[in-house]
C-alpha cells in the first residue's frame, strides 16, 4: 500500500468502490459542507471535493476537504490546473498531505469562460497529465517538480478523469493509457448515460490492459428534471445524453421525473456494474447529495466495507 | 505577423481629449497587411478625425504619415522635423511600434490607435488566426504542426481535455479544438504512435515569464 486512502485499500483488497461528491459553498459557512457530508456518512467510501467547477469561485476545496476529514470522511482533493501554477499546486499537495488528506484527483479545470470571472487570466503551467507526474514524482521519488528533495514526502492516492464521450473517441482510451502511464491509480468517468460509447470505450480501455493498472470509477448523474436532461445535452461540453433518455423523462409528468431520475441512475449502475473493468462507480448528485444514500441502498451497494 | 484591432472612434477621441493638432502615423508593416494600420486606414482615421472636428465646428490640424516601419528607429527618425508642430502621435502600429515611437520622442504624447491582438496568418481576405504565442521554444515537431499552447484554450501539452466536441473547443463552436486537429494530421502523416508519448512540463524560462526578453546576436552587430 502507497498511501492510508481508503479507495486504495478497497481497490487492493478487490473492492467495488463507491464515491460521491461535495460542491463547497458560494461563501464561508463551513455548515454547508457539514451538512453535505453528513448525508454522505457511510453512504460511500470517498468524497470529491469540486475545486471551483465550471469555473465559478467557491470555498477551496482543500479548506472544504480538512472539514470533511476532520468528521471523519475520506475527501479526494480535486485540483484543477487552470488557476494555480506549480509552486501553488505542489505547495497544495504538501498542505493537503499535512492536513491528512490521501486522494488527489487531478483536472486541467473548466475554462474561465464558462464562470462567474470570465475577465480572469488563466494560468496552465502544467496540464493535468503532468500534474499526476508530479504527485507521483512528490510521493514516490520524494523530489518537487524542479529537482529539490522533499522532506516528508505527501501520500497521496492519485486520481483523474476521463470522458468517453469527448472527441476524438479513437484516442480516448490511449489517452487513459497516458494517465496511467504518468502514474494515475484511478479514473472517475464523465457521466454516463450514453452506455454503448462507454462499453465500447471501455473494451478499448481492457483491450491494451489499461485497467489492470488503473480502476475506473464509472460517473453516473441522476437527473432531476427532464428539463434538467436536455440542458444537459445541449450545453455542457464534452455530455452525450441520448434522445430516448430525454424522451424517458419528459414521458412522466413533472411531479414524477426526480423519481424516474433515480431509477434510470440505479439502472445505468446496475448495468455498469456488469461491464468488464469497472471497479467502482462514482455519483455525481449535483446539489442533490440529499438523493445519494436512496441511490447507492437501491443499486444495492450498501453497507459500505469497513476499512481500518 | 503581427494582427491588430483599430480602437473604436469614441475611444480614440476620448484619449485625444482637447488635442486638436494630430500626427496620425502609419506602419508599412504588419498593420498594412491586416488592413488596421497602414496608409489606407491612416486616410481614413484621419478623415473621420477632420469631419467630426469640422462637424463640430473645431480649428484642427490632422496630418497624415506612414513610414516603413516603426519598429526601426532609422524609420521614426524622419519624422523628427516636423514631429514637433503636433500635440499628438497617434500611432496606428503595433504595440511595440507605439512604444518605440514614444522612446523616441520622449517630450510628446504619443497615443495607440490599435489594439495588438495576435500573431497569425490570413485565412481569406478579411479573416485572421492566432497561431504562435512565442514561448521561445517550439515544439511544432512534436504536435503535428499545430501548436497548442497558441491554440488550445487551456495550452495542454497532452490534450485534448474532455471539452472537445465534434472538432470544436469547450470554449464555443468557432474555435477549432487545437487537439482533434492535431490527432487528425498526426494520423494524415502516418505518425499516431507520437499520440502515445506524454510533452514534459514545458520551461517557460524562454517566454514572458522568463520576464523581458531581448535578443543580442553578436554576429550582426556593428
Excluded at chain 1, 475520506?74 to 484543477?80: A, D, K, N, T
Excluded at chain 1, 475554462?111 to 462567474?116: E, M, V
Excluded at chain 2, 469631419?51 to 516601419?69: A, C, D, I, N, S
Excluded at chain 2, 520622449?106 to 478579411?126: D, M, R, S, Y
Amino acid at each position: 500500500m502507497k498511501t492510508n486512502s481508503r479507495v486504495e485499500k478497497i481497490l487492493a483488497g478487490g473492492g467495488f468502490v463507491v464515491t460521491s461528491e461535495c460542491g463547497p459553498p458560494r461563501g464561508a459557512d463551513a455548515e454547508v459542507v457539514r451538512r453535505k457530508g453528513e448525508l454522505l456518512r457511510g453512504v460511500v467510501d470517498a468524497v470529491n471535493v469540486t475545486d471551483n467547477q465550471t469555473a465559478v469561485v467557491r470555498m477551496s476545496s482543500l479548506s472544504a476537504c480538512a472539514i470533511l476529514k476532520g468528521m471523519g470522511l475520506e475527501p479526494i482533493l480535486q485540483m484543477v490546473c487552470r488557476d494555480r501554477n506549480r509552486i501553488a499546486l505542489q505547495s497544495d499537495i504538501l498542505g493537503a498531505a499535512a492536513l491528512g488528506i490521501n486522494n488527489v484527483l487531478c483536472l486541467s479545470g473548466d475554462h474561465q469562460k464558462f464562470g462567474d470571472h470570465p475577465q480572469g487570466k488563466n494560468v496552465y503551467d502544467i496540464d493535468s497529465i503532468q500534474l499526476i507526474q508530479t504527485v507521483c514524482r512528490m510521493r514516490d521519488e520524494g523530489r518537487f517538480l524542479g529537482g529539490e528533495e522533499i522532506k516528508g514526502k505527501p501520500l497521496m492516492f492519485v486520481g483523474a478523469a476521463a470522458n468517453p464521450f469527448a472527441d476524438p473517441f479513437e484516442i480516448r482510451a490511449a489517452r487513459l493509457g497516458k494517465k496511467m502511464r504518468a502514474g494515475c491509480e484511478f479514473i472517475q468517468t464523465q457521466c454516463i448515460y450514453n452506455m454503448e460509447r462507454f462499453s465500447r470505450w471501455m473494451e478499448m480501455v481492457c483491450e491494451r490492459g489499461f485497467h489492470e493498472k488503473c480502476a475506473v470509477l464509472a460517473g453516473v448523474t441522476p437527473f432531476k428534471t427532464a428539463g434538467m436532461a436536455n440542458y444537459m445535452k445541449k450545453n455542457v461540453p464534452g455530455m452525450d445524453v441520448p434522445d430516448e433518455m430525454i424522451a424517458r423523462m419528459k414521458g412522466v409528468p413533472k411531479e414524477k421525473q426526480a423519481e424516474e431520475g433515480i431509477k434510470i441512475c440505479v439502472e445505468t449502475i446496475e448495468r455498469l456494474r456488469e461491464i468488464p473493468g469497472v471497479r467502482g462507480i462514482h455519483i455525481m448528485a449535483i446539489e442533490w447529495e440529499t438523493k445519494v444514500a436512496e441511490i447507492v441502498k437501491a443499486a444495492g451497494l450498501l453497507p459500505r466495507p469497513e476499512i481500518e | 505577423m503581427i494582427v491588430g484591432n483599430r480602437k473604436d472612434f469614441k475611444e480614440i477621441l476620448e484619449k485625444l481629449g482637447s488635442r486638436r493638432r494630430v500626427l496620425v502615423l502609419g506602419c508599412n508593416e504588419c498593420v498594412t497587411v491586416c488592413g488596421v494600420g497602414g496608409e489606407r486606414e491612416v486616410g481614413v482615421l484621419s478623415a473621420e478625425l477632420r469631419l467630426y472636428w469640422k462637424k463640430e465646428g473645431e480649428t484642427f490640424e490632422v496630418r497624415e504619415h506612414t513610414l516603413e516601419r516603426q519598429c526601426d528607429y532609422e524609420y521614426i527618425d524622419q519624422i523628427r522635423g516636423f514631429a514637433d508642430e503636433y500635440d499628438v502621435i497617434l500611432s496606428m502600429a503595433c504595440g511595440a511600434g507605439v512604444q518605440y515611437v514614444a522612446e523616441a520622442y520622449k517630450t510628446k504624447l504619443v497615443l495607440p490607435a490599435v489594439n495588438t491582438t495576435f500573431l497569425g496568418v490570413t485565412i481569406e481576405q478579411g479573416v485572421w488566426s492566432e497561431r504562435c504565442q512565442g514561448c521561445g521554444d517550439c515544439i511544432l515537431d512534436m504536435t503535428g504542426g499545430i501548436c497548442p499552447i497558441a491554440r488550445c484554450s487551456k495550452s495542454l501539452l497532452n490534450g485534448p481535455c474532455g471539452g472537445s466536441s465534434g472538432g470544436k473547443c469547450e470554449i464555443d463552436n468557432e474555435t477549432d479544438c487545437a487537439w482533434q486537429l492535431i490527432v487528425d494530421r498526426l494520423k494524415e502523416s502516418g505518425q499516431m504512435e507520437r499520440y502515445e508519448e506524454i510533452l514534459p512540463v514545458k520551461d517557460w524560462r524562454t517566454g514572458r515569464e522568463g520576464g523581458p526578453r531581448k535578443r543580442v546576436r553578436e554576429d550582426l552587430r556593428l
